[in-house]
């Protein structure tokens, strides 16, 4: 099962402090920097676990971060409730490619959240577990938000909302005044932004990053 990449921080963090804070002003990739004042979308940043759905050959599998990593039971039940069957992929997947003439893997990418999952889940939702949206890939193609958030709707479950747009000195200056979670009164963890067009580096990585409140401790 593919594992969900890397997202870097805005900025490189200091060896001098052990990598613990950041060099401001630094950017952590040149692309970053050349970017740094296009236009951004900025979602919040959901304190959880990662979790991955596969569809592949009519089967439906789950998975964490990575493949070693194993979702707590709580978690897995709740994730069974949202995807009971390979008929809901089926019913919206089952279209061969254009290019391949083959049904194409369907991996979608999310965050189980709530009571018992960090130390703040709770402030999320405190009697369970649920699950969050926020990216799908069909074979090698990333799909666009508006499309991911047909799938959310096709699935009845949430996409991580959208909280703004703008340049990246913007996102700093949201992340350092405080941004309040959508799912209550309490601080989110942060924001991720991506370019309002999805972007690849030379090397085949997303152009996309993060910065946390905690950063700014």
């Not at 709530?114 to 949206?133: E, H, P, T, W």
Request: one cysteine or more; a negative charge.
């Amino acid at each position: 099962m593919s594992e969900y990449h890397k997202i870097p921080t805005l900025y490189k963090r200091d060896p001098a402090t052990k990598y613990k804070t950041l060099l401001w002003g630094q950017f952590a990739t040149p692309e970053l920097e050349y970017l740094q004042l296009d236009e951004w979308s900025f979602q919040e940043k959901i304190d959880g676990t990662n979790v991955r759905v596969l569809w592949k050959g009519g089967a439906v599998w789950f998975g964490g971060k990575t493949d070693r990593a194993q979702l707590p039971p709580f978690l897995m039940e709740r994730m069974g409730g949202l995807f009971p069957d390979a008929d809901l992929f089926a019913d919206k997947f089952s279209s061969p490619s254009l290019l391949t003439g083959e049904v194409e893997p369907v991996t979608l990418y999310g965050e189980g959240y709530g009571a018992r999952i960090q130390r703040g889940g709770g402030n999320y939702k405190s009697d369970g577990v649920d699950f969050v949206l926020f990216d799908v890939k069909i074979g090698p193609w990333w799909l666009k938000r508006e499309d991911a958030e047909d799938i959310a709707k096709h699935f009845g479950v949430d996409v991580a909302p959208v909280i703004g747009f703008g340049t990246l000195r913007d996102m700093y200056e949201m992340v350092q005044d405080g941004v309040t979670s959508t799912w209550g009164d309490f601080p989110a963890e942060g924001v991720v932004a991506r370019p309002c067009v999805e972007l690849f580096s030379r090397d085949g990585k997303r152009i996309i990053t993060k910065l946390k409140a905690k950063d700014f401790d």
